[in-house]
């Protein structure tokens, strides 16, 4: 929650097959158990309907902060990630800005 207030969270597929990539599909409910639902491209829908949505660093700098991964094993996923042929936007986790925090 931001500020007392239940936010509404999208997943883009992007997000689910990073995730795969990196061998860590099964802690996604972790870092964030009430995700709601997969979109193929969902950056203008979602900024049309005020809905905000996660991207792959979003989720690996919530699970960063929430001591689900450390910026060690964040690090590894974006070198596994990306290894697989996948593009982000950083390298190390500690280049990443987030654009929210919940």
Not at 16 to 40: A, V
């Given at each position: 929650?931001?500020?007392?207030?239940l936010t509404?969270?999208v997943?883009?597929?992007?997000?689910?097959?990073?995730?795969?990539?990196?061998?860590?599909?099964?802690?996604l409910?972790?870092?964030?158990?009430?995700?709601s639902?997969?979109?193929?491209?969902?950056?203008?829908?979602?900024?049309?309907?005020?809905?905000?949505?996660?991207t792959?660093?979003?989720?690996?700098y919530?699970?960063?902060?929430?001591n689900?991964?450390?910026?060690?094993?964040?690090?590894?996923?974006?070198?596994?990630?990306?290894?697989k042929?996948s593009?982000?936007?950083?390298?190390?986790?500690?280049?990443f800005?987030?654009?929210l925090?919940?």
């Amino acid at each position: 929650m931001a500020g007392g207030k239940l936010t509404k969270v999208v997943l883009d597929s992007d997000v689910i097959i990073h995730f795969i990539k990196g061998n860590c599909l099964n802690i996604l409910p972790k870092i964030l158990p009430s995700y709601s639902f997969i979109l193929l491209d969902i950056v203008y829908y979602c900024k049309e309907n005020n809905i905000t949505y996660f991207t792959t660093m979003d989720f690996l700098y919530q699970a960063m902060k929430s001591n689900v991964m450390t910026e060690k094993e964040c690090d590894e996923f974006i070198a596994e990630v990306t290894s697989k042929g996948s593009k982000l936007p950083v390298t190390k986790m500690n280049e990443f800005t987030p654009r929210l925090i919940l």
